[in-house]
C-alpha cells in the first residue's frame, strides 16, 4: 500500500539524514521538506541561500526528476498559485499563550481546526499522487518536520501514514539554530531561541500523542548517529521494509530532495556531531536553562 513516512522534528535536528537513510531502498523516494515546495517554485521563503535548488543542484524546473512532476497538471495550475505550507504562526506570542493555557488540548485543536486549508491539503495529496505515479515507489518521505502539518494531512488525506519523531538534545538545537542565524554571543538570543526550542518540544509531545501509536516510532538524533545501523534497521522493520542497505555516508546529491541541512551537498560519514557540547561552556545562561528544562 502507497505509504506516506512523515518526519516529525524541529529544525536542526538530523532530518535530512534520517530521510536519506531511509532513501537506501528503492521502495522508497525521499522527498525532502515537501511542505516548502511553492517557496522554492515561487523562490519565497527558505531555500535563497543555496538558490532554491534540489539536492541534486539542479532548480526545480530543471532537475529530472521535478521537472517530471511539476508538468503534471494536477499539480501545475497556472490560474493559482501551488502552494503545500500549512500555515502556523509559531513565535514567541503563541509560545507564551500555550504556556499559560489551562486547556492545552483544547487550544491545540482550535488552532489546527482554524489552520486547515482544503485547497493546500489538496495540492498535498495531488503531490503525493503524482510522485507515486511517475516515481513508482512505495513510500515517500516527507521531512516537513511540522507536527501541525502532520496531523492535518493524517486527518484529511486518503495515505496511509507512518510517523517518525526524531528527537535531539534541545540545547544541541539551540545551539545550532543559533549558530545557523550567527547569532550565539546574544544572550537575549540565547534565551529566546532557548524558550522557543523548549515551547516547540513540549508541542511535538503534546501532537504526538494524538496519532495512533502503532503508526509512530520515536527516536533520538543521538541514538540514530551513535548506532546508525541498528537504528535504520530498527526504523525500516517498522516500516515494513526488507529491501534496503545501509550506508555509512550520507549523500543527498544522488536524490531529489527539497530543503534539509545546507551540508546536504556534499558526501558526508555519518557521525555523532558534539561540537555543541564545546561551545556551551561559553554560554553559561543556557548551560543553567539546559540543566532545568533540558
Ligand atoms: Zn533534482
Known amino acids: 500500500m502507497k505509504t506516506i513516512v512523515y518526519i516529525i522534528c524541529d529544525t536542526r535536528s538530523g532530518s535530512t539524514l534520517l530521510g536519506d537513510m531511509l532513501s537506501k531502498s528503492p521502495d522508497v523516494f525521499f522527498g525532502g521538506e515537501l511542505q516548502n515546495i511553492g517557496g522554492y517554485l515561487y523562490e519565497k521563503g527558505t531555500g535563497a541561500s543555496w538558490n532554491y535548488s534540489c539536492s541534486c543542484g539542479d532548480s526545480l524546473r530543471c532537475c529530472q526528476f521535478w521537472r517530471k512532476i511539476l ?29 499559560i493555557s489551562l486547556k492545552k488540548n483544547n487550544y491545540i485543536k482550535k488552532l489546527l481546526k482554524n489552520s486547515c486549508k482544503k485547497r493546500i491539503l489538496n495540492n498535498i495529496e495531488n503531490l503525493y499522487e503524482t510522485i507515486f505515479s511517475i ?45 545557523w542565524d550567527k547569532c550565539q554571543s546574544s544572550i537575549y538570543k540565547q534565551a529566546t531561541y532557548f524558550f522557543s526550542t523548549y515551547v516547540y518540544n513540549l ?30 534497521s530498527l526504523i525500516f522493520d517498522f516500516l515494513g521494509i526488507e529491501n534496503y542497505y545501509f550506508s555509512k555516508y550520507m549523500d543527498c546529491k544522488k536524490g531529489h530532495s527539497i530543503g534539509g541541512t545546507p551540508t546536504r551537498f556534499k558526501k558526508r560519514p555519518i557521525i555523532y556531531d558534539e561540537r555543541w557540547k564545546n561551545e556551551i561552556e561559553k554560554m553559561p545562561m543556557l548551560k543553567v536553562l539546559g540543566k532545568y528544562f533540558g
Open 71 to 99: 508538468s503534471n497538471r494536477n499539480i501545475m495550475n497556472f490560474d493559482k498559485k501551488f502552494d503545500t505550507l500549512i500555515e502556523w504562526k509559531f513565535n514567541k506570542r503563541f509560545a507564551i499563550r500555550y504556556l
Open 135 to 179: 516515481g513508482k515507489s512505495k513510500y515517500i518521505i516527507d521531512s516537513s518536520k511540522r507536527p501541525w502539518q502532520a496531523l492535518q494531512i493524517y486527518k484529511y488525506t486518503s495515505f496511509k501514514i507512518k510517523f517518525i519523531y526524531l528527537k535531539r538534545d534541545i540545547k544541541a538545537v539551540t545551539i545550532s539554530k543559533l549558530k
Open 203 to 232: 508541542i511535538c509531545c503534546r501532537m504526538i500523542k494524538m496519532i495512533n501509536p502503532h503508526n509512530l516510532m520515536e527516536i533520538t538524533y543521538e541514538n540514530l548517529t551513535k548506532n546508525p545501523k541498528e537504528s535504520i
